[in-house]
């Protein structure tokens, strides 16, 4: 594989993880979304997507509202997406996966470390805040932009970093690397179904969930 345009996944992984919360959220932190973009820079779209969809699998049971603790899929995705472009699908799907869970996982405890910053800058700030002070609550909101943006350009370039490190190291055989992606794939429909089946509440609904997957089953069957 040719050298990776790394200035531009660097900026991609950050904006793809300022997506989650801090500006646009316009869904490009999603794995299908931040994979496809980061595949076309590498030139290998196809894999991209491959990659991001079996990310996305994860993510689906992914809520991220409130002060919930949960994993940050977007510079995660696009490490993933470098490791394993150019290469073909079946080897490079395992391994890039578990790069991408591994940082999409750090990066939620990033999340938990920014918004504690945040808050002590607010409890500094809380009388001032109180007393109507001009200007006070909005450098409240640039501390927590300015941590956010710190906090995903570090994982954006931990994860290209990792992939260099990485593709420096030992090549894993074939049969490794396959039986990685099947583990990779795997657990993401066990995520998926598992997610379902919590959200899906009543009897009722569990009931139509297993319908739905059942002839989902039997259409893939036939084809």
Excluded: K
Excluded at 48 to 67: N, S, T, Y
Excluded at 102 to 129: C, D, N, P
């Amino acid at each position: 594989m040719n050298s990776p345009p790394l200035l531009a996944l660097f900026l991609w992984g950050t904006i793809a993880g300022l997506d989650v919360a801090s500006i646009l959220q316009g869904l490009i932190n999603r794995p299908l979304v931040a994979g496809a973009v980061a595949g076309a820079m590498l030139g290998d779209v196809a894999g991209g997507i491959r990659i991001g969809a079996a990310l996305e699998l994860f993510a689906l049971d992914v809520l991220p509202v409130g002060a919930s603790r949960y994993p940050d899929y977007g510079a995660a995705t696009v490490a993933a997406v470098t490791l394993g472009a150019g290469r073909p699908w079946t080897l490079a799907l395992g391994p890039a996966v578990l790069l991408g869970l591994v940082i999409a996982y750090i990066g939620g405890w990033s999340i938990v470390l920014s918004r504690r910053v945040t808050a002590r800058a607010l409890r500094r700030m809380a009388m001032r805040i109180d007393r109507g002070d001009p200007g006070v609550a909005q450098r409240v909101h640039l501390v927590g932009l300015l941590t956010d943006l710190a906090r995903c350009a570090l994982l954006s370039g931990g994860g290209l970093g990792a992939v260099l490190l990485l593709n420096q190291g030992p090549v894993l055989d074939g049969g490794t690397a396959r039986a990685l992606g099947l583990v990779a794939i795997s657990g993401g429909f066990v995520a998926v179904i598992g997610g379902a089946l919590r959200r899906a509440g009543s009897a009722r609904r569990i009931a139509w969930l297993a319908g739905g997957i059942a002839l989902g089953a039997l259409g893939l069957a036939f084809q």
